[in-house]
């Protein structure tokens, strides 16, 4: 491990600055600076139209603008105990998988990147449990049209949303670490390293792609009479990044060095909310109480992220296993 050998971890630190120098030469950062002001807003017109272009949605019954004015009549927002119950059974979930991520982050010496995989992981685990404890308060405490319109009821809802937007940054974080790991694995092999360095986008365009659509967040682009249709603009949001992720999981590294099973699991994590989307409002049609919709919702998001998890960490321990075996950083 570098820890136990100076010599090796002078040859390491030198290579990873390397690579970061690289990155972040000007005739390549002016293009990443370009791409995020062009990405960004494209991102979040997308967001807001996708769901409305559907094959036989019913999206537009529900999706109706509110920019956090709510009014009697039009607005729907559940307080049934299963919402909340779930809601906060979620969040010691994601908050577990949080911790356990961040520690896993501290024994990941032997690699600067394995190190970022875990704790861009850590937070985006945070985000989730944030999102779904500030969601679970909203349900439970805000019972009227009259609480809905205070500000606390707004800032709640904000972070319970706006987490789900910065997820979108810790996502696409991931993918540049993956890419940025195996890149330095595979550096021997040209033809590689030549097709990943082009799309290796730096940590601050996922921060300011995050930034952007988080904002509007906040200045109420996401809005909704019925606030979970909120999230779902969110989530639609995370469809970029996530097939960044998953865009560099498949194409950075050589053949061997990631199972199929491994890959697998981390397209059925990563794309199994997307089925959310269409069906939601097709759930709200039947009539079926909104407690049971969005424990259907929430079960899934449990199956979703934890298998996000489940995922990232098995990468991580099995090349932190490599490493520590003797293959090279």
Not at 120 to 141: D, E, I, P, Q
Not at 161 to 179: K, L, Y
Not at 203 to 231: K, N, Q, V
Request: glycine content about 6%; aromatic content about 16%.
């Amino acid at each position: 491990m570098i820890m136990c050998c100076p010599e090796v971890a002078k040859q390491v630190v030198p290579s990873y600055k390397k690579v970061i120098d690289e990155r972040t030469s000007p005739s390549s950062s002016w293009k990443w600076a370009l791409a995020v002001m062009v990405a960004s807003p494209l991102n979040c017109a997308f967001a807001t139209w996708f769901p409305f272009v559907i094959p036989y949605t019913k999206a537009f019954h529900y999706y109706v603008e509110a920019r956090y004015e709510y009014k009697e009549g039009e607005t729907y927002f559940d307080n049934s105990a299963l919402t909340y119950v779930t809601d906060y059974l979620l969040f010691v979930a994601m908050g577990y998988a949080a911790l356990d991520m961040y520690r896993l982050s501290c024994s990941a010496t032997s690699s600067i990147h394995l190190k970022s995989i875990c704790r861009a992981t850590a937070g985006l685990l945070t985000c989730y449990a944030t999102s779904v404890l500030c969601g679970g308060l909203s349900h439970h405490f805000f019972t009227s049209i009259e609480l809905l319109n205070t500000w606390s009821f707004r800032f709640l809802w904000i972070m319970c949303v706006g987490t789900v937007t910065a997820a979108t940054g810790f996502i696409g974080a991931i993918g540049s670490f993956v890419a940025l790991h195996f890149r330095q694995r595979s550096k021997k092999h040209e033809s590689n390293i030549a097709v990943v360095d082009v799309l290796i986008a730096p940590t601050y365009f996922w921060a300011f792609f995050a930034l952007y659509f988080t904002l509007a967040c906040i200045y109420g682009e996401m809005s909704f009479h019925r606030p979970a249709c909120d999230i779902f603009i969110a989530g639609t949001g995370q469809f970029p990044p996530t097939a960044y992720l998953l865009l560099m999981i498949f194409i950075s590294c050589k053949k061997g060095l990631i199972s199929s099973k491994l890959r697998a699991l981390f397209l059925f994590s990563f794309l199994l909310n997307s089925w959310l989307l269409p069906v939601y409002p097709e759930l709200l049609e039947t009539g079926l109480p909104e407690g049971y919709v969005n424990t259907i919702l929430h079960t899934n998001l449990f199956v979703a992220w934890g298998l996000q998890y489940v995922a990232i960490k098995k990468l991580c321990v099995s090349q932190l296993a490599t490493l520590e075996n003797g293959g090279s950083a």
